[in-house]
């Protein structure tokens, strides 16, 4: 299962620290993802981070946010900096995870992040 946590209420151009924490028999995370859903919009990919910590970011987020990652704890993490009232989402953290006897992809419960003055 995936728990995400650390959303709020902040003003513009201010900061916010996402967690995402993965528990249960876990082998490996090839890949941690964020997501974000704003209202009214589809579900978009913002980041992701392999296990060797290469990333990707949506065009939007892109040198204000970043992704990373700590294997030994299975937790990853998003920081947004400089943050727009149109970063105002909830945001879900997804993960490929492997088990000595399966590989799935789950999702965490979200967290509001709301951008505003």
């Known amino acids: 299962q995936l728990q995400a946590s650390g959303g709020g209420l902040v003003q513009p151009g201010g900061s916010l620290r996402l967690s995402c924490a993965a528990s249960?028999?876990?082998?490996?995370?090839?890949?941690f993802y964020w997501y974000r859903q704003a209202p009214g919009k589809q579900r978009e990919l913002v980041a992701r981070v392999t296990s060797s910590g290469s990333t990707n970011y949506a065009d939007s987020v892109k040198g204000r946010f970043t992704i990373s990652r700590d294997n030994a704890k299975n937790t990853m993490y998003l920081e947004m900096n400089n943050l727009k009232p149109e970063d105002t989402a909830v945001y879900y953290c997804?993960?490929?995870?492997?088990?000595?006897?399966?590989?799935?992809?789950?999702w965490g419960q979200g967290t509001q992040v709301t951008v505003s003055s």
């Open positions: 249960g028999s876990i082998s490996r995370i090839p890949l």
């Open positions: 997804n993960a490929d995870v492997l088990t000595l006897t399966t590989y799935t992809n789950y």
